[in-house]
């Protein structure tokens, strides 16, 4: 009867140690369904070309990709363009999204379909959020100086584009993206989620270290708050052109693929 007694003592004491053990294991490693599809969505002065290097290396891994064409008008807009092809995916599906896009997949991102959000030195606000407050806490990006505001849309001039945001891209390759940046709404950068994705899904941040647009500093707050798994780029702002091998790896491994 005394060595049943200390048995059962004994796996007392070491039953909370486990769990606690499985939730540390939990915490630090996301669980993740495995993707069938992958949506892109564009930010700020752009279209959905600037994924263009992304998306053949997760074709090649047997994705289907869709990068959206966000409208830049409202964030209504461009939250119902996103949720237009998210409602096209056959199956689970990771969202993700570059600058600006990181408002609209934390907005679409609670859909039932979405397994995971990978954000790339993408916005990520709370829901509700004053987030150009909260962007104040940190130093602007020198890309800012250059927003051109004309008949309530923006467009970045000529010199900030080539230096601040597409800093780290090949020069041919700046002045091309230059030349089809999407004209975008004043307005949409002031505008509020009413949900906060991130809170409920699991999430990935490629942080660019070199980054004119966002300040790194800020984009390593905003992963830190979502607890998301995150890697750090030698890039700036267009990470997802300069370094698209390391941004489809980010995104390959938020799909369930085994890191290689």
Known sequence: MTFWRSLFVAASLLAPLSLA???LAH?????????????????????????SEVIPILQAAGLHVTAVQNPLSSLADSVDATKRALAEQ????????????GTVISQVGTDPKVTG??????????????????????PAGPARAGIVERDGYTKLSEDAFLKYFANGVKPERARELYAVQWPTAA?????RTTEAA????????AVSKNDGTINPDFERFLAKRMN???IELDAGHLSLVS??????KLILEAAGYPRS
């Not at 669980?31 to 600037?50: E, F, I, R, Y």
Request: no cysteine; aromatic share 12%; hydrophobic share 45%.
């Open 21 to 23: 053990q499985v939730n």
């Open 27 to 51: 915490a630090q490693t996301p669980q993740t369904v495995k993707a069938t599809n992958v949506v892109l969505v564009h930010g700020a002065w752009a279209d959905g070309s600037s994924w």
């Open 90 to 101: 056959d199956g689970p599906t990771v969202l993700v999204a570059h600058s600006w896009g």
């Open 117 to 138: 959000l990978v954000y790339v030195a993408a916005r990520a606000p709370d829901a509700n959020e004053d987030f150009v407050a909260l962007s104040k806490q940190f």
């Open 187 to 191: 307005s949409i950068f002031a505008g």
């Open 198 to 205: 991130w809170h409920s899904k699991p999430s990935w941040y």
């Open 228 to 230: 998301a798994t995150t």
């Open 243 to 248: 370094h698209p091998k390391e941004v489809a």
